[in-house]
């Protein structure tokens, strides 16, 4: 979803979460009619089963739901479900520990420290106008405290992981008895921003500062893309923009998504269907999944809401 998930980082970073990625969108209400759209889901076929892939949303409201019922119809024909997470498997401890052992500074210096003079003066007047105590954050390293700014954001205006894509589908299964299978470990998912540089987090902290303060407008935006499966607009407003942070898209989105290739083609030989929910960010563009799957031969279709009665 991340990053949730669009951003110039911060759009772009909408898509990263703590505990998975952070998100990818979220608001205009679902609560419309459905009126016949495309959604952000792909499907692939094998010789006996089928694979969905569905773009994530992190973080939702609760008057976001229903979700599109094409999303549900494929969450009820997959046999098991597939996430960046092994979401049933966490332990909230051991989560946190990880996030204080790799998001923390482990010495005496400050976030003040780490970003320089110059750009903390900068992050502090924008934290200032957006009304964000930044220095509660003053021991968080720039990449964790971008995300915690994004989350109490997102908080602000009713935004709740509770009503994510994530933890609905997570829900479902566990009243469904379906497996769930994890693509990362929170570790690794965590090692991903620790391990960029501090003038990529700078940025980052920086980019989702200079946002938070447009934060609804930029959310419904999102949402609304997301819902229709408008993938035009998300390349243009999040994916070019991510592009422009050549360390940042490479991490969060094409390492990852190489990684993950190999692991969906050896599902295609299954007997059984699984539905596959990663950020959206990852199922677009030329370094996209559907684009990746599609250049190894695979025919991927992207799916659709059928028109309301």
């Known amino acids: 979803m991340n990053d949730n998930e669009k951003n110039s980082p911060s759009r772009t970073i909408r898509h990263l979460r703590l505990v998975g990625w952070l998100v990818l969108a979220v608001s205009l209400s679902s609560k ?24 994530s949303v992190h973080l939702l409201r609760a008057d976001d739901h229903p ?40 010495d005496d210096r400050s976030l003040s420290d780490l970003m320089g003079s110059r750009s903390y003066a900068e992050a502090e007047a924008l934290a200032n106008r957006a009304d ?20 109490l954001m997102l908080a602000r205006i009713g935004f709740n992981p509770a009503f994510g894509i994530e933890n609905t589908m997570l829900e479902k299964a566990a009243a469904d008895h379906k497996e769930i299978i994890g693509l990362e ?27 938070s303060v447009d ?37 969060i989105v094409i390492d990852r998504n190489f990684s993950w290739l190999e692991k969906i083609e ?24 559907p684009t990746l799957l599609t ?6 279709q992207q799916l659709r809401q059928p028109p309301s009665h």
């Open 32 to 55: 419309a009619q459905e009126d016949g759209h495309a959604v952000s889901m792909w499907k692939l076929d094998g010789e006996r089963n089928s694979v969905y892939l569905l773009g």
């Open 67 to 106: 979700l599109p019922t094409v999303i549900d119809e494929a969450y009820e024909d997959a046999e098991t479900l597939i996430m960046e997470l092994d979401m049933d498997d966490i332990d909230p401890v051991e989560a946190q520990s990880l996030v204080s052992e790799l998001g923390l500074i482990p």
């Open 132 to 151: 964000i105590p930044l220095a509660m954050l003053d021991r968080s390293e720039p990449w964790l405290a971008a995300i915690t700014v994004e989350q």
């Open 185 to 211: 470990t929170i570790r690794e998912q965590l090692d991903f921003l620790d391990g960029m540089s501090l003038d990529s987090q700078r940025s980052l902290l920086l980019q989702t500062l200079k946002e």
């Open 215 to 251: 934060i609804q407008k930029i959310m419904d935006e999102l949402i609304h893309a997301w819902r229709h499966g408008d993938i035009g607009f998300m390349e243009d407003n999040m994916l070019d923009e991510m592009k422009q942070y050549p360390e940042l898209y490479r991490t």
């Open 266 to 289: 050896e599902l295609l030989d299954d007997a059984d269907d699984y539905l596959i929910v990663v950020g959206a960010l990852h199922l677009i563009g030329d370094d996209g999944l």
């Open 295 to 300: 250049k190894r031969g695979h025919a991927v």
